[in-house]
């Protein structure tokens, strides 16, 4: 199967082709220009790179969440408008999971905290562990939560990980447990892995309702109510 995984929600954000779980090529979108801009021509430059048309990709993948209003928006209508002009599928990848599974091996048995930044304090956190075949399994579903009590409420035994971590400070005595940096941002390649793994398993996603998930409703939302088809984790919590 022939993929194309997109990966918006964080900055630089990157873009990859894979044959089935095989890496054939992935760039990151240059800093110098924003995401709108930049995402296009480097899928175009990607595929023109491996000799794919767009017709030749079957399957386009994306982060849905969490993740930045307009960088959730613009992965998901683009995946979504790829798809639909050129047949292929789409599925829609969960951010936590995509940052979980970057975490090396030396990690596998713990439990995984992938935590994202939800501004105003808060992250969205969720909890993962990998099985022995090397499957992800959520063991805690992901939660709108300030910064300062989720870090507080860890467990000895967890490691932790994501791009808020870039943010918040981190007491001392967690250091040995928070994973490398290089590892803490989603890549479009874990993306196209995962999608791979899932689709394998028998996944499928449906183009017309797949929908970004948002951190948090935006400001609107929260003072006079949700949109129709809005998804997000909730309204913060006082700390």
């Known amino acids: 199967m022939r993929i194309l995984a997109l990966e918006t929600t964080e900055t630089p954000g990157s873009v990859a082709v894979l044959e089935k779980d095989r890496v054939l090529g992935e760039l990151f979108l240059p800093t110098t220009r924003r995401t709108t801009e930049a995402l296009h021509p480097a899928i175009q430059e990607l595929l023109q790179t491996v000799g794919w048309k767009p017709r030749d990709v079957q399957l386009v993948a994306t ?5 930045s209003f307009t960088g959730l928006r613009l992965g998901v209508t683009t995946a979504k408008s790829f798809a639909y002009c050129t047949g292929a599928e789409v599925q829609g990848l969960d951010t936590l999971e995509v940052i979980a599974a970057q975490v ?15 501004l105003r304090g808060d992250v969205v956190a ?17 939660k709108l939560v300030p910064f300062s009590r989720w870090i507080a409420g860890l467990k000895d035994d967890s490691f932790i990980t ?15 447990r928070v994973v490398p940096k290089e590892f803490w941002a989603p890549r479009a390649a874990t993306v196209g892995r995962l999608a791979w793994e899932h689709y394998r398993a028998g996944r499928r996603d449906d183009l ?16 006079f109510g949700p949109l ?11 700390a």
């Open 63 to 67: 982060c849905v969440g969490p993740g």
């Open 104 to 118: 090396p091996e030396t990690a596998a048995t713990q439990v995984i905290w992938a935590v994202v930044d939800a």
């Open 162 to 176: 994501g791009p808020a971590l870039e943010r918040y400070e981190r007491p001392p005595e967690l250091r040995s």
């Open 126 to 142: 969720g909890a993962f562990r990998r099985e022995a075949s090397g499957v992800l399994v959520p063991v805690e579903a992901a």
């Open 208 to 223: 017309w309702t797949l929908v970004p998930r948002y951190a948090r409703l935006s400001y609107a939302e929260e003072k």
């Open 228 to 238: 129709p088809g809005s998804s997000a984790y909730g309204a913060s919590s006082q």
